[in-house]
């Protein structure tokens, strides 16, 4: 395809989008206005299913299945990243020698770890009661886990990332929201329906139904994906050398641990 083909498809595509989102926006309710049918349903069915954030009962319950499909997507782009940056027979591994870190930030970034990553672990909990949710808390707990990068050095965060288990945790979690679904049909009730177990008390832990059990496996599995993607960039980074590389000639990567 050429250079001008190419621009008219953009031009074409970039039209059409700019129409219908023209059209989309004149149709909007008046700014202030009263009139928001689907908020009011949606609050209306959360409330009815003893979900205190309605932004959890539209993801996990009333939506699940296009969080099902939002977490297809990302599970598929760890997953062709994983395959693309794989380490190749034309590439081996150098330990990487480890920088140095001053001490203000060294102490920053361990003391900052446990509390993000509780933090994280906390939003995941909480999702069905209060705003955030598995995907928020998810990214959180992922990016703790690298404040150990920052503040000592790359094998450090290897020894407490190992590869494997969050490769399992990923897939795991991905099959733990299938599962789920299908035993709502099991049920006899549609999939990802909120009909399993009980919708329990208004505005606490064991309320909302499969909301909980939903938005746990989400938290697992963006915690998961996002260590492995980093892991994937982070070794192309600092470890994973080209074989026809002198890594002691001029213009050689810097392979230090930071």
Known sequence: MSPRTRR????????????LLVAACLDL???????????DRAVEASLSRHTANTVASVTFDQRAFDTLGEMGILFAAVLGCV?????????????????????????????????????????????QVSPGGGFQGGVVAATALHLLYL???????????????????????????LVTG?????????????????????????SAGTVPLLNAAIGMEVACAVVVLLAGFLDQAVEIVDEGENAQGPGAPDRRGK
């Open 29 to 39: 309710p008046r700014f202030g206005g009263d009139r928001h049918p689907y908020g």
């Open 151 to 177: 503040g000592a050095d790359y094998r450090a965060l290897e020894r407490v990332r190992p590869l494997v288990p969050y490769e399992t945790g990923d897939a795991l979690a991905a099959s733990a929201y």
């Open 8 to 19: 008219w498809l953009v031009a074409a595509g970039g039209a059409g989008l700019a129409a």
């Open 182 to 206: 299908l035993a709502a049909l099991l049920g006899g009730s549609a999939f990802l329906a909120n009909t399993l177990l009980p919708y329990g008390t208004f505005n606490t832990l064991a």
């Open 83 to 127: 395959v693309l940056l794989r380490q190749t027979r034309d590439e081996h591994r150098a330990r990487p020698e480890p920088a140095a870190v001053s001490r203000p930030v060294r102490r920053y970034a361990l003391l900052v770890l446990p509390v993000a990553l509780l933090t994280g672990l906390y939003v995941v909990a909480h999702g």
